[in-house]
């Protein structure tokens, strides 16, 4: 019989990462990887699994799965994260398929509904009508230039799951802007840290005109009225701020520039001071 593995990362999810974890119980095992968390988190987790790790926090590691599978058993894995709840029907629908003894596929991409800000549309940047959530251990491929395209598979064996409005993943991200904004400088800092140094300027650019064709003409996001506007602008201001976080670590030299004028200007003072 087929076993699966639940897998999530987690940082101060204290207010969410319970409802992630009963979603997680069908699973034969739920592994956490906690990177020092400062509140309840690993706490609330310890009371669904004993497979609770922790690890120093970061910004991302695009390892983090990679260390987080080391300490699985399954033959799936289902990757979670603590914005996500699952329908039951789901579950009982991917433990069917993984329990088949003919099915020859290595990924499963499932139902997948992304909330952002509370809103989901198929005018939405964000929108998917199915995420691949499930796979097999032995196909997942690490990239470590990437954030949010990190976990790759070295398989063309994909399944994809019928599209379900409610029978489904549910992603509840950035509840508000202000967690938006924080997951975004978390996720840039990564971004500028782990661009590859053999890529130009040009190519970190080169995002920002791709998101805004996706909003505007891919999604024409706009016809949401205010929403869409406002949902357009939450997108866009990631691959602004990544690109930012790219020079900065490219370019930068402001720790630099503004040490040599305080130091000038303190040695004018001392001169200045001599002189009264």
């Known amino acids: ?38 509140d309840h988190t690993r706490e609330i987790a310890r009371r669904y699994t004993d497979k609770v790790y922790e690890m120093p926090y970061s910004d991302f590691e695009p390892d983090e799965l990679q260390k987080a599978l080391k300490h699985t058993s399954g033959e799936w ?17 991917i433990r069917e398929l993984i329990e088949r003894d003919d099915f020859p596929y290595d990924v499963i991409h499932v139902p997948f509904r992304c909330y952002v800000l509370g809103l989901e549309t198929k005018r939405s940047p964000w929108y998917s009508k199915v995420h691949p959530v499930v796979f097999r251990k032995r196909v997942v491929k690490i990239h470590h230039d990437s954030v949010h395209a990190a976990v790759d598979f070295d398989t063309k064996r994909h399944y994809k799951m019928a599209n379900s409005t409610e029978h489904c993943m549910y992603h509840l991200t950035h509840e508000t802007v202000d967690i938006m904004m924080e997951h975004h400088l978390r996720y840039c800092r ?14 970190a650019a080169l995002s920002i005109p791709i998101a805004i064709y996706q909003v505007f003409v891919q999604r024409k996001t706009f016809l949401m009225g205010w929403n869409g506007i406002s949902l357009g602008a939450a997108y866009l201001s990631y691959f602004l701020l990544r690109f930012v976080y790219i ?17 000038g200007i303190l040695r004018a003072w001392d001169s200045h001071e001599t002189h009264v």
């Open 1 to 38: 019989m087929a076993t699966i593995s639940a897998v999530l990362g987690v940082y101060n999810e204290e207010a969410r990462i319970e409802a992630t974890l009963r979603c997680a119980l069908w699973c034969d095992e739920i592994v956490v990887l906690d990177k020092q968390s400062t």
């Open 77 to 93: 894995i289902l990757r979670l994260t603590a914005s996500e709840v699952m329908h039951p029907v789901l579950a009982t629908q």
């Open 190 to 203: 990564a971004e500028g840290r782990l661009f590859p140094p053999d890529s130009s300027m040009g190519k």
């Open 247 to 263: 020079w900065e670590h490219r370019h930068s030299e402001a720790p630099n520039v503004y040490q040599q004028i305080r130091s």
